[in-house]
């Protein structure tokens, strides 16, 4: 009953900038926690960037100065600013919506390739 769609993913060169977008829609109460995910061929799914309704922010270690996570709780979108790509950002993002700790939906991902 919830669809969350990313958008925004592209090839981009090193240095590059890029903003995903994603948008939860279909019967929602309210949403805890949005966050966004990164999984590359052959290695596991980690966490980049999660915001909870409040604002909180996290980061993974490997992004924290050059992405930027934001949410507008109204619209139940959330974004995610990437400054500063390198290759290694390489992946399919993912979008995650948590109603709570144990009832959460993904997006379909959304590719990202940075390369020169």
């Known amino acids: 009953q919830v669809q969350v769609v990313e958008s925004g993913g592209g090839l981009v060169q090193p240095g590059g900038s890029l903003r995903l977008s994603c948008a939860a829609s279909?019967?929602?109460?309210?949403?805890?926690?949005m966050a966004w995910y990164r999984q590359a061929p052959g290695k596991q799914r980690e966490l980049v960037a999660a915001?909870?309704?409040?604002?909180?922010?996290n980061y993974a270690d490997s992004v924290k100065g050059r992405f930027t996570i934001s949410r507008d709780n109204a619209k139940n979108t959330v974004s995610l600013q990437m400054n500063s790509l390198k290759p290694e950002d390489t992946a399919v993002y993912y979008c995650?919506?948590?109603?709570?700790?144990?009832?959460?939906?993904w997006g379909q991902g959304t590719q990202v390739t940075v390369s020169s």
């Open positions: 915001i909870t309704s409040g604002g909180n922010t």
């Open positions: 995650r919506t948590d109603f709570t700790k144990y009832l959460g939906y």
């Open positions: 279909g019967r929602i109460f309210s949403i805890d926690t």
